[in-house]
C-alpha cells in the first residue's frame, strides 16, 4: 500500500508541474536490448549515462541529428577513449508535446514508436472504475490471500499507465512488483502496459518469485511474440 500511495503520490505531483503551462517541445528516448552502455549524441551534444538506456527531455521541436553507439570490445569506432559499435545515425523528426522511443533489439533491427505527451490535470484523478479485466483468465483474488486485490490493482495500472515514457512505467512496475505478491492474470495484465519484448520479459522473470499461482506461469507466454523470449523465460522458471 504504501508503494502505492507513493506512485500516485508521485504523479499527481507531477501533474501539478505539468499543469502550470511549458514549452511545447519534445522528448527522445533511445534503449537498447542490448546490456552495454549507449552513447547518443543529438546534434553533436553527449549523452553518456552509462546505461542501455537514455531518456532525453526538454528537446526542440524540430529535426535532430541523432547517432547511437554502444560500447563493443570489438568495435569498429573507436572514440570517446573505448570502442563502440555505431547502431544507429540518421536525422529524425520530433514533434511538438510528442516523445519518441528508439529500440533496438538484440539482432541490430531498429522499431520507432511515437505517442503523444499527454498533459496531466488538476482532477485527473483515480475514480475508482474496474481498470483491471480479468475477462480472459476468470480470477477471483479472494482464492489468493496473499496477492493484491482486483481494486488496488487496477489502481496501480491506472497510475502506471499514465506515465509518458515506457522507461518510467518500467522502473514504477519494478517497484510495485518488488512490494507486492500477484496472480498471473494479474502479472498479464501488468506486461500489457509495455511495448517492448524485453521489457515485458525482464518484468516477467522479475514477477515469477512474487506470483502466489506460479504453477499456471506457463499463461504468461501469451503475451510474448517470440519463442527465444519464451523459451528464456521457462529457463528462469526452471532455474529457481
Same mark, same amino acid.
Given at each position: 500500500m504504501k508503494a502505492i500511495s507513493?506512485?500516485?503520490?508521485?504523479?499527481?505531483?507531477?501533474?501539478?508541474?505539468?499543469?502550470a503551462g511549458f514549452r511545447p517541445t519534445s522528448i527522445l528516448t533511445v534503449k537498447s536490448a542490448d546490456r552495454s552502455a549507449?552513447?547518443?549524441?543529438?546534434?553533436?551534444?553527449?549523452?553518456?549515462? +552509462?546505461?542501455?538506456a537514455i531518456m532525453i527531455e526538454g528537446l526542440d521541436? =524540430?529535426?535532430?541529428?541523432?547517432?547511437?553507439?554502444?560500447?563493443?570490445? *570489438? +568495435?569498429?569506432?573507436? =572514440?570517446? #577513449?573505448? %570502442?563502440?559499435?555505431?547502431?544507429?545515425?540518421?536525422?529524425?523528426?520530433?514533434?511538438?508535446?510528442t516523445s519518441l522511443l528508439i529500440a533496438i533489439d538484440d539482432c541490430g533491427i531498429i522499431t520507432m514508436n511515437e505517442s503523444r505527451i499527454r498533459t496531466p490535470r488538476f482532477g485527473d484523478t483515480w475514480? +475508482?472504475? *474496474?481498470?483491471? *479485466? %480479468?475477462?480472459?483468465?476468470?480470477?477471483?483474488?479472494? *482464492?489468493?490471500?496473499?496477492a493484491i486485490n482486483n481494486?488496488?490493482? #487496477?489502481?496501480?495500472?491506472w497510475a502506471i499507465s499514465k506515465e509518458n515514457m515506457e522507461w518510467n512505467r518500467m522502473r514504477s512496475a519494478e517497484q510495485i512488483i518488488n512490494t507486492n505478491y500477484f496472480t498471473v492474470s494479474q502479472v498479464k495484465q501488468l506486461l500489457r502496459l509495455f511495448n517492448l519484448e524485453s521489457n515485458k520479459l525482464e518484468l516477467a522473470k522479475l514477477a515469477y518469485d512474487k506470483t502466489v499461482d506460479q504453477s499456471d506461469y506457463y499463461a504468461i507466454n501469451d503475451?510474448?511474440?517470440? %519463442?527465444?523470449?519464451?523459451?528464456e523465460l521457462s529457463r528462469c522458471i526452471h532455474s529457481h
Open positions: 507513493t506512485l500516485l503520490t508521485s504523479f499527481l505531483f507531477t501533474s501539478s508541474i505539468f499543469a549507449i552513447v547518443v549524441i543529438v546534434d553533436d551534444k553527449r549523452y553518456d549515462f +552509462g546505461s542501455n521541436a =524540430c529535426e535532430h541529428d541523432v547517432t547511437v553507439y554502444q560500447e563493443d570490445f *570489438n +568495435g569498429s569506432v573507436y =572514440c570517446f #577513449g573505448k %570502442n563502440y559499435d555505431v547502431l544507429f545515425k540518421s536525422s529524425v523528426l520530433l514533434k511538438p508535446r475514480k +475508482g472504475g *474496474n481498470f483491471y *479485466n %480479468n475477462d480472459d483468465d476468470n480470477v477471483n483474488t479472494t *482464492n489468493y490471500s496473499e481494486y488496488e490493482f #487496477g489502481r496501480v495500472l503475451i510474448f511474440r517470440y %519463442n527465444n523470449s519464451k523459451d
